[in-house]
């Protein structure tokens, strides 16, 4: 096995099971069985947990970008509707099998007081998001003060969907944004 396919299977099998079980909950042996890596491979490409918790987090950003930009472009060129396909993307993510919620607000809460570095990166795509959702309002002409709403609203749905285990939370939480992004435009 090369060092890429290691890699990549451990980060697979620890994305796997920090996002199930807990990044706390999960042990080295466990990781390294999932992943079937040796022990030595495993410390030679990550050498300490919080290595593994971080390429874990970047992974998931990017993944989170991907999606969630080609969500908003293929709901065409509408400001509008480009802001509100964001809620669409989350309903269509909170449908999925085992969403447990959002992996950085987990990650955070798990280790963000203890370990500062895993709370540098939570701060860091939460603020990607914020920026993101700026752009999108920016299209619209609506107050910046928009972006900051929409982005609480979409963080907010992400946590209680992880709670209620209810996906409706996403609609909910897209009526709310009707609101508030046709009151902002017509503001404008």
């Not at 199930?20 to 042990?27: H, T």
């Not at 999932?34 to 491979?41: D, P, Q, T």
């Not at 955070?108 to 939460?126: D, M, N």
Request: hydrophobic share 45%; charged share 20%; aromatic share 8%.
């Amino acid at each position: 096995m090369t060092e890429d396919e290691a890699r990549e299977r451990i980060l697979s099998a620890a994305e796997e099971l920090y996002y199930r079980k807990g990044f706390a909950a999960v042990g080295i042996d466990e990781l390294r069985q999932a992943a079937g890596v040796s022990l030595r491979r495993l410390y030679g490409l990550f050498p300490a947990k919080n290595d593994i918790v971080a390429a874990v987090l970047a992974r998931r950003h990017a993944e989170w970008e991907n999606a969630l930009t080609g969500a908003v472009s293929d709901a065409g060129a509408d400001p509008r509707t480009r802001l509100l396909a964001v809620y669409s993307y989350l309903e269509d993510w909170f449908c999925t099998e085992g969403f447990r919620g959002c992996a950085f607000i987990n990650a955070f809460g798990e280790l963000g007081g203890t370990h500062p570095e895993v709370a540098e990166i939570v701060r860091s795509h939460k603020a990607s998001f914020q920026e993101y959702m700026a752009d999108l309002v920016a299209r619209t002409g609506a107050s910046p003060l928009l972006a900051a709403q929409l982005s609480i609203l979409a963080e907010g749905a992400q946590s209680t969907a992880a709670i209620s285990g209810d996906p409706q939370v996403a609609v909910q939480a897209r009526s709310a944004a009707e609101v508030l992004i046709d009151a902002a435009v017509a503001g404008v």
